[in-house]
C-alpha cells in the first residue's frame, strides 16, 4: 500500500457497451477516465460540465437578485421574490433544499469558472445555511 500517494495502475475489464458509456460520460463530465473513477472512489458524484451560457444564465440571476434585494427597503414584498429567486439559482446548480433534514443538501459542485469557487449562494447552502 502506497503512503507517499504514489498512483498505481488498474486493469478494469467492460463490455463494448460499458465502455461506450464511460467514454460518453466522461466526456460530458470533461475528465480524464482516471478522474472520474478517483472521483467515485471518494464517493462523488461527477456531473455533467455546464456550458458557458449556464454560467452567464446564472450572473444574470445574481445581479436581478442584487437589484431586487435592494428594492425589499421600499417595497418589503420583493424578499418573497428574493427567496423564490436564490430557490431557483440552488436548484440550477444541484443544491437541493428541505426534508428530510430541513436544510441545504450540497450535491457535488461545480466550480464557476470565472473564479475557482463555488457560486456564494451554494457555498453558503454547502456551510450549513
Not at 475489464?13 to 478517483?38: I, P
Not at 445581479?63 to 417595497?75: A, F, G, N, Q, S
Request: glycine share 6%.
Amino acid at each position: 500500500m502506497s503512503t507517499n500517494g504514489e498512483k498505481v495502475r488498474l486493469k478494469i475489464r467492460l463490455t463494448v457497451e460499458e465502455k461506450a458509456k464511460l467514454e460518453h460520460d466522461t466526456a460530458l463530465c470533461g475528465l480524464t477516465q482516471s478522474e472520474y473513477f478517483r472521483q467515485i472512489c471518494l464517493g462523488k458524484r461527477p456531473r455533467p460540465k455546464q456550458p458557458p451560457e449556464f454560467w452567464e444564465l446564472l450572473d444574470a440571476l445574481y445581479e436581478i437578485h442584487d437589484k431586487l434585494e435592494r428594492l425589499t427597503v421600499y417595497c418589503p414584498e420583493a424578499a418573497e421574490e428574493c427567496s423564490r429567486l436564490e430557490n431557483l439559482v440552488l436548484f440550477l446548480q444541484g443544491v437541493e433544499i428541505g426534508p428530510p433534514q430541513s436544510r441545504f443538501l450540497a450535491l457535488w459542485g461545480e466550480e464557476h469558472p470565472r473564479n475557482g469557487e463555488l457560486s456564494p449562494l451554494a457555498a453558503e447552502a454547502m456551510n450549513g445555511a
